[in-house]
């Protein structure tokens, strides 16, 4: 169990993990260093000479690579802020990671092989980016995406958060892969359907060929490297290779993962999709 004193740093601390991370371990009464960027102590995957001064005093740590454990560079970084955490006298890494993604497989295992304990959460698509990453899309009355009639066992940010957590404040959970998805494989257009009836509206999926997508994404003032990763997930990641589900959710909480629709209904009580 974690001591009430014991410090854990949160990476990723404004993103849709990190924050919820954040969140829960304060709800606990549990002392909480954000690692982002504009925080007090700041921190940047892309500037080393931050590891460590993020690092000073902390126990724990919830490792969410920005922005994207496939970009070129994120495991040689990932090695390195491994072993600034294990000279800094930190005891056990809880990392964020990607199904499907050799890439992330490669960071995986330099959290493994760092000497201190470990888990990992490795997660698929979550069911957040339908409401955060695409709501003004979908308020619009359609989702404009290059992935065809693929499964995918989305998963809540929330659950992944409540994994977190339980690694890092419970026994039991050092040296343990939990790959995490929802209880339920859906298409994109079917989840789309789920929103539109969630809303009461009429809301489209429409697939379009990927150059298109990324044409009109870049035409639309979207970063040229945000474009790049997103065809890089649209087109591997979601290519049909992580259509199963897992039970990493219950193993780690003891309960069933929750369900699309529920979010569904939920998140269009917010008002997020019109």
């Known amino acids: ?20 991370v954040a969140d829960r371990l304060t709800y606990l009464g549990l002392p909480v260093r954000k690692g982002s960027r504009s ?7 892309a500037d080393r000479s931050t590891y460590g001064p993020a690092l000073e005093g902390v126990t724990k740590v919830y490792l969410s690579y920005q922005p994207d454990l496939c970009v ?4 040689a970084d990932v090695k390195a802020f491994a072993e600034a ?4 006298g930190v005891r056990h890494l809880v990392m964020l990671s990607g199904r499907g993604e050799p890439e992330a497989e490669e960071c995986e295992q330099a959290v493994r092989a760092s000497g201190l304990a470990w888990t990992i959460v490795r997660a698929s698509w979550f069911f957040q980016n339908f409401s955060d990453t695409f709501g003004q899309d979908l308020k619009g009355g359609e989702l404009v995406l290059p992935v065809g009639d693929v499964r995918e066992p989305f998963v809540d940010a929330d659950d992944i958060a409540e994994v977190a ?3 890092l404040t419970e026994d ?14 859906l298409t994109f257009a079917q989840a789309v359907a789920e929103i539109a009836e969630a809303t009461g ?23 040229q490297e945000v474009v790049s990763l997103l065809m890089y997930l649209f087109t591997s990641v979601l290519d049909g290779r ?20 529920d979010f569904a209904r939920r998140t269009a009580a917010t008002g997020v999709w019109g």
């Open 172 to 185: 039991g959970h050092a040296s343990q892969l939990y790959e995490v998805t929802g209880p339920r494989m």
């Open 242 to 261: 992580n259509a199963y589900q897992t039970d990493g959710v219950k193993r780690a909480l003891g309960r069933e993962p929750a369900d699309f629709a």
């Open 201 to 223: 509206r009429e809301i489209a999926y429409v697939e379009v060929p990927g150059d298109a997508w990324a044409a009109a994404a870049l035409e639309q003032g979207l970063p």
């Open 85 to 88: 955490a294990k000279e800094a």
């Open 1 to 20: 169990m974690t001591n009430a004193n014991e410090l854990t740093l949160v990476l990723g601390a404004t993103g849709k993990t990190g924050g919820r």
């Open 165 to 167: 957590v339980a690694a």
């Open 39 to 45: 925080a007090e102590i700041p921190f940047d995957w």
């Open 72 to 75: 070129p560079g994120a495991p």
